[in-house]
């Protein structure tokens, strides 16, 4: 009988372990290790991931935690047009660093909890960056750019970035005087104990201009976002009667005026404002009564104006010497006949859970799902206003005002079911809120959530285990590499009814220090073995050609953050080594380079040929490979047949530098029902351009016996 070629042109199908060889797939592999195959007709060598030119930084890291990206409005000396960013948790020193792109610089302490912290949960909308530390020990922050001119011509300047609290204090609680306005120091001595101070004066008659003598006035503070914070309760305030403190908690009104209303504000020179504070709003109500009517409007730059007023009263400069100095701004004929808008309305929320001194909620994981703000394994209040840590509980905020977070407002998706929220996220309309063994699906499309599926095994142990792609989430666990497309999950490790990543295989890989990252611009999943400074192993998935490799030898081996995606579409980790000279941890930053890289492993060990009929005998000449790579004598070709164990070297592979037919005769090699190849680094390196195109095995069919 003649002889034959028979072709072997394709291998993007990737790594199959699981299948007996002789099964596999024509463009399969039983091992793809440290060589990509997501070129169609091409093995070549895998990337790695390369030093970022990120200046290394000194701080310490958390494994699994610490690195977040994001994009503001503002660089850091403030010029608009944009910059793009890199946050990194010390968690030693408990303040988080920036570093703009771009730039060569760290900005350190940009937001600091001046306490040691270990993971860090990161969000950012509408600009403004909020983090909680997911011990539960320390208060949620944010950092926002704040740009104005406080209290108009005779303020200051306040802008640059701010690091403050997340919570929503209302204004520290003042003074409420009925004395007549009549200017000086003296009339403000008590001022210099508070911020919000108000002053009224009769100023003209009006028939009903009150619906009662007694009137209770209460401050809130409007912050970012037109969020606003609870009342200054009279409880908290103190009540003047010409110049002489009250018992009551009200002033008593002449029904028949209106009244000038005069606040004054003690920021002193350097400014003692909470720079976040955009307005303050002044509410009175009657004693009794539960409606808050909203009466006036200081805002921090341009003035005071009444409820429905156009015009603004500019800030002016109460005399009092620096450094109590007291800015001050009135409303003059102000009355209250019940059609202002309530503090519901300009709110949304009747209950202020915000007053000066509360406790902000802290929480473990959060996500932005349309313009609502989500939080997970909680500590803040109950339904009995009672504080308490809720691990299975997630909360969500009023939309468009992410920091306002009501006891009322939990999500009923499962609770008392013995398992911790590990992380929330969001694709499609959809919120994944992964627990510890459970997966469950919520639909927030609606403004009311439902749950719309249960995946029991499909939970996650740790935040690093779940990240984003535009092709929707993927996880890993115990069970599985899973992948949720907006509306089924599937097992990734598994294709076409069958499993291709061995369980055993999958066991020894993955643990608890595995984590899981995206590149967009190559499409692949990429998994790590170890973040806390173990063996240095890779597995791969590429979407496109929905396949696996494997790599080893391609990031550092010291403690590793999470894994991110830039602002400049890069995967990025960062990693934390001692450095000799300083004597302390610097962190540095590496980003995947999917560019072929040389490798001393690289393993191809192919599908067991039958060659058209597994029934009949062939004989075997010679096998042709397609190839190039300017190493030679280092990467060796071997075979095996009929299902042996053991290897028998063909040939090594010549150095060239363009593609070449290299024959590689097999002498002897007859009666083979199945054959398979292996091709591997023989000594010292594989070369980054080493590539393989096609493989021809020449074959003769014996006779029958």
């Excluded at 929707?472 to 509306?487: A, D, K, P, S, T």
Aim: contains cysteine; glycine residues 8%.
């Amino acid at each position: 009988m003649p002889k034959k070629p028979y072709p072997i042109e394709r291998y993007d199908g990737g790594m199959d372990n699981n299948t007996n060889a002789s099964d596999l797939e024509e463009n399969e592999l039983v091992l793809a290790q440290n060589v990509d195959v997501s070129n169609v007709g091409i093995i070549r060598m895998l990337g790695k991931f390369i030093d970022s030119g990120i200046t290394g930084n000194p701080a310490t890291v958390e494994p699994g935690y610490g690195l977040f990206a994001f994009k503001t409005d503002r660089t850091y000396a403030g010029a608009e047009g944009g910059a793009e960013w890199i946050a990194s948790v010390d968690t030693v020193n408990g303040d988080i660093d920036l570093y703009e792109i771009g730039t060569t610089t760290w900005r350190n302490s940009m937001i600091n909890y001046a306490s040691a912290v270990t993971g860090v949960d990161f969000n950012i909308s509408d600009g403004i960056i909020r983090t909680c530390p997911i011990a539960l020990d320390l208060e949620p922050r944010m950092l926002l750019y704040i740009d104005n001119n406080k209290f108009g011509t005779t303020g200051y300047t306040d802008d640059g970035w701010v690091d403050r609290t997340s919570r929503l204090s209302s204004p520290i609680p003042g003074v409420i005087n009925d004395d007549n306005f009549g200017g000086g120091a003296g009339e403000w001595v008590a001022s210099a104990t508070g911020f919000a101070n108000l002053n009224v004066e009769q100023n003209g008659a009006l028939t009903d201009a009150w619906p009662s003598t007694d009137i209770q006035f209460a401050f809130t503070c409007l912050y970012h976002n037109n969020q606003e914070s609870g009342l200054t309760e009279p409880g908290s305030t103190l009540f003047f009667k010409n110049g002489i403190i009250t018992a009551q908690d009200f002033l008593t009104m002449d029904t028949a005026f209106k009244y000038d209303m005069r606040m004054s504000v003690k920021c002193n020179s350097t400014g003692d404002v909470d720079e976040a504070i955009k307005a303050y709003k002044l509410y009175a109500r009657v004693v009794g009564e539960e409606d808050w009517y909203l009466l006036a409007i200081y805002d921090i730059v341009r003035g005071a104006k009444s409820w429905d007023g156009v015009e603004y009263t500019a800030w002016t400069d109460a005399g009092v010497a620096a450094p109590n100095e007291v800015k001050e701004c009135t409303v003059e004929s102000v009355y209250l006949d019940k059609t202002s808008p309530t503090y519901l309305f300009e709110t949304g929320y009747a209950k202020q859970d915000y007053t000066y001194g509360d406790l902000q909620w802290r929480y473990k994981t959060s996500v932005m799902a349309g313009r609502s703000f989500y939080i997970a394994n909680v500590y803040g209040k109950d339904e009995n206003g009672t504080y308490k840590f809720q691990p299975d509980a997630m909360y969500k905020s009023i939309p468009g005002k992410p920091d306002v977070i009501e006891q009322t407002s939990r999500v009923e998706v499962a609770i008392n079911d013995g398992e911790d929220i590990v992380k929330l996220e969001y694709f499609g309309d959809r919120i994944l809120q992964f627990k510890e063994q459970t997966l469950y699906i919520v639909n927030v499309s609606q403004s009311i959530e439902f749950l719309e599926s249960r995946k029991k095994n499909m939970g996650i142990k740790f935040p690093y285990h779940s990240f984003e792609t535009e092709y929707g989430i993927v996880w890993i666990n115990e069970n599985g590499l899973y992948f949720y497309n907006g509306q089924n999950v599937r097992n990734l490790l598994e294709k076409k009814g069958k499993r291709r990543i061995s369980e055993s295989f999958w066991s020894a890989f993955f643990g608890d220090e595995a984590t899981i990252g995206y590149d967009p611009k190559s499409k692949k999943i990429i998994i790590r073995h170890d973040n806390d400074g173990g063996t240095d192993s890779l597995l791969i998935y590429h979407f496109v050609t929905d396949s696996f490799v494997t790599g080893n030898q391609k990031t550092e081996e010291y403690d590793s953050t999470n894994f991110i995606v830039s602002s400049e579409n890069k995967l990025i980790y960062g990693y934390s080594k001692f450095v000799a000279g300083p004597e302390t941890n610097y962190v540095y930053i590496e980003e995947w380079d999917d560019s072929a890289s040389a490798s001393d492993d690289m393993d191809i060990i192919t599908k067991a040929y039958n060659i058209i009929n597994a029934a009949i005998r062939k004989k075997i000449y010679r096998l042709y490979i397609t190839h190039k790579g300017t190493g030679a004598n280092d990467t060796r070709v071997s075979y095996r047949v009929n299902g042996d164990t053991t290897w028998t070297a063909i040939d090594t592979l010549d150095g060239n530098t363009n593609f070449v037919i290299q024959a590689l005769t097999m002498s002897g090699v007859n009666n083979v029902y199945k054959i398979q190849f292996r091709i591997y680094t023989l000594v010292g390196l594989t070369d980054a351009t080493f590539e393989i195109n096609d493989m021809n095995i020449i074959f003769r069919n014996k006779t029958a016996k």
